[in-house]
């Protein structure tokens, strides 16, 4: 979409209605107690969608019945923000049946990191509304005080601002850009679809967990030959997450943090490694489709997203 015309979800205020749905992998309702009850200590109305509890095999029911879950409340205008209430594997079998038209009209954050990907680069390339890579209901019990707090502070409007140690492999400098990516497994299933994202002068955000360091390889490796790697502003890598050997006797060689700066030694953009998002309690709230700037230099690493209330 077009700069100038990229928009950011209104600020949640008091009474504010928060959705929770599954548009993945099933969930039980005991499993999302803690984060209705913070978001109403937070002031919000709780609005569990049908997915909440409901199971088909190993999905929060069936593809249909999953995407009338998400698509009813997309469609009201009384819905202020959706939580997806967790990831898995799923999302991808509904989205090309959901319509965002109600998304531009009434815009709302749609929340979740992992398989939510799949959410976050469809609306970035195909609505102008921003969404927000964060932790999920299912989270909440154990997610740092941290990651809480950015998430807090992105709903409500308020300027994402972090400070972050710096990393052997970083590459120092200064980048300025769109936000978009999430997990590298999921981003890797979107090559060649309508739901990949332009990376073109963006900064790309990668995470993942429990790979196998060749299917790192593999991976990284299709997204330079594709040339998702090209022109980006910079690469920042979150938390790679139990990563596996396939065969111990016969180890591949590199860590998973490795592989990517190998694939990314011909560019010369910056570089952030160890950026506290994905599979961990530490997880900060970033906002996709929203520019950011990032600086990395041998004394750390320095993220800024503003939002429009907080300008």
Known sequence: MPEAKRRVPSPLGSGARVALVAPARAIDRHEVQMACSTLQDWGWEVLLGATIGAKHFQFAGDDQFRCRDLQQFLDREDVHAILFARGGYGTARIIDHLNWASLVKYPKWLCGYSD???????????????????????????????????????????????????????????????????????????????????????????EDIDEHLYHIDRMMLALRRAGALDRLAALVVGHFVDMHNKDPQNPFGESAYEIIRRHTAAYDYPLCFGFPVGHRSDNLAVVMGWPARLEVSTQGVRWVQLLPSAL
């Open 116 to 206: 939510i990907t799949v959410i976050h680069a469809h609306v970035f390339r195909h609505t102008p509304i921003a969404t927000l890579h964060s932790v999920m209901a299912v989270d909440w019990a154990q997610a740092a005080p941290a990651s809480m707090k950015s998430l807090h502070e992105a709903l409500t409007g308020n300027a994402l601002t972090y400070s972050v140690e710096g990393h052997e492999l970083n590459r120092s400098g200064t980048a300025e850009g769109f936000v978009c990516g999430g997990n590298l497994s999921v981003l890797y299933s979107l090559l060649g679809s309508l739901s990949f994202p332009d990376t073109t002068g963006a900064i790309l955000l990668l």
